[in-house]
């Protein structure tokens, strides 16, 4: 039995006549005759009682018209969702978000795929510092990241979403928490809780805030996570400067200030150079539309540096 007598033999039985199914699937009757012929004689049964006048389905022509349609409708159902595959509007994308990244902008990530690619599922990691977020790219552990630069190596497409102030996080009772104003020599002898790993991007922008006003942070306590660092601070075991981002965790006990003097740093989404897929590249295309990632004029996925 071939795909072509299931087609044939579904024209005739929805036209009941072998010349309207003839012309419908542009084929001579004859040769229309002949296969269905041919698809009775394999099955053994007699799938159409022929008169001169009309055609009609036998019992074991009505059920196997009611399995050739749901076999057909099946088969385009699958033929369509490889053609979404191959053109990354279904599937599974793993990304990683670095520290409150998740919170300030999963919620939009998220509706611009849900609106944009209803096919694509995502597959989240929040609360990932960013060499932990390089590893899983690396390893294939995951598809995109949003990361804080730099990166080193030019195996990854790092692409900037924004750009962060630095923010001070104080506990709500700190002699600083109701200060007008604050610069970073304002920090100069407070004791700071930073992130444990020594590649954190935050840390080295911290770090090279206060160098530039003429001092080294004392780090007295580390952090493996954002949540663990807030709550080191709301017990009043030392300050900490963050990304701007981190306002949207609401803790009690910790307050956030501006502060000037302190440098920016950026928040990026980034993927494998050299295994950017169809739905990678229509995952950064709808976030292009979406406003979320400012597009790049005439560049490539691959072409980017």
Same mark, same amino acid.
């Given at each position: 039995?071939?795909?072509?007598?299931?087609?044939?033999?579904?024209?005739?039985?929805?036209?009941?006549?072998?010349?309207?199914?003839?012309?419908?699937?542009?084929?001579? !009757?004859?040769?229309?005759?002949?296969?269905?012929?041919?698809?009775?004689?394999?099955?053994?049964?007699?799938?159409?009682?022929r008169t001169t006048r009309q055609v009609s389905l036998t019992p074991a022509g009505e059920f196997f018209y009611r399995e050739a349609?749901?076999?057909?409708?099946?088969?385009?159902?699958?033929?369509?969702?490889?053609?979404?595959?191959?053109?990354?509007?279904?599937?599974?994308?793993?990304?990683?978000?670095?520290?409150?990244?998740?919170?300030?902008?999963?919620? @939009?990530?998220?509706?611009?795929?849900? !609106?944009?690619? %209803?096919?694509?599922?995502?597959?989240?990691?929040?609360?990932?510092?960013? %060499?932990?977020?390089?590893?899983?790219?690396?390893?294939?552990?995951?598809?995109?990241?949003?990361?804080? %630069?730099?990166?080193?190596?030019?195996?990854?497409?790092?692409?900037?979403?924004?750009?962060?102030?630095?923010?001070?996080?104080?506990?709500?009772?700190?002699?600083?928490?109701? !200060?007008?104003?604050?610069?970073?020599?304002?920090?100069?002898?407070?004791?700071?809780?930073?992130?444990?790993?020594?590649?954190?991007?935050?840390?080295?922008?911290?770090?090279?805030?206060?160098?530039?006003?003429?001092?080294?942070?004392?780090?007295?306590?580390?952090?493996?996570?954002?949540?663990?660092?807030?709550?080191?601070?709301?017990?009043?075991?030392?300050?900490a400067l963050v990304p701007e981002s981190v306002r949207a965790l609401k803790l009690d006990g910790v307050v956030f200030r501006d502060i000037s003097?302190?440098?920016?740093?950026?928040?990026?989404?980034?993927?494998?150079?050299?295994? @950017?897929?169809?739905?990678?590249?229509?995952?950064?295309?709808?976030?292009?539309?979406?406003?979320?990632? %400012?597009?790049?004029?005439?560049?490539?996925?691959?072409?980017?540096?």
């Open positions: 039995m071939e795909l072509r007598h299931l087609h044939h033999f579904v024209a005739v039985a929805e036209t009941r006549h072998f010349g309207q199914a003839a012309k419908r699937l542009y084929l001579a !009757q004859p040769a229309l005759s002949q296969s269905v012929r041919q698809l009775e004689t394999e099955l053994g049964v007699t799938l159409l009682a349609t749901r076999i057909l409708e099946t088969l385009d159902e699958t033929v369509r969702g490889v053609r979404r595959i191959t053109d990354g509007r279904l599937g599974l994308v793993r990304i990683g978000f670095t520290g409150t990244a998740a919170y300030d902008k999963l919620p @939009s990530i998220s509706r611009a795929v849900k !609106q944009r690619l %209803p096919g694509i599922a995502l597959e989240v990691h929040g609360d990932l510092l960013t %060499p932990a977020q390089v590893d899983g790219l690396r390893s294939e552990h995951l598809d995109l990241a949003v990361l804080r %630069p730099p990166v080193a190596g030019d195996d990854l497409v790092v692409r900037t979403i924004s750009t962060e102030s630095l923010v001070l996080a104080l506990p709500s009772d700190h002699r600083l928490a109701d !200060q007008p104003a604050l610069e970073i020599l304002d920090i100069t002898y407070e004791d700071f809780v930073m992130y444990s790993d020594s590649h954190s991007a935050v840390n080295d922008a911290v770090v090279s805030s206060c160098r530039a006003a003429g001092f080294t942070p004392r780090r007295e306590h580390e952090a493996p996570d954002t949540s663990v660092l807030l709550a080191l601070v709301s017990a009043g075991l030392g300050i003097g302190a440098t920016t740093i950026d928040l990026a989404l980034a993927w494998r150079r050299d295994h @950017s897929s169809a739905l990678v590249e229509s995952l950064v295309q709808a976030l292009e539309d979406a406003d979320i990632l %400012p597009p790049l004029e005439k560049t490539t996925l691959k072409d980017i540096s």
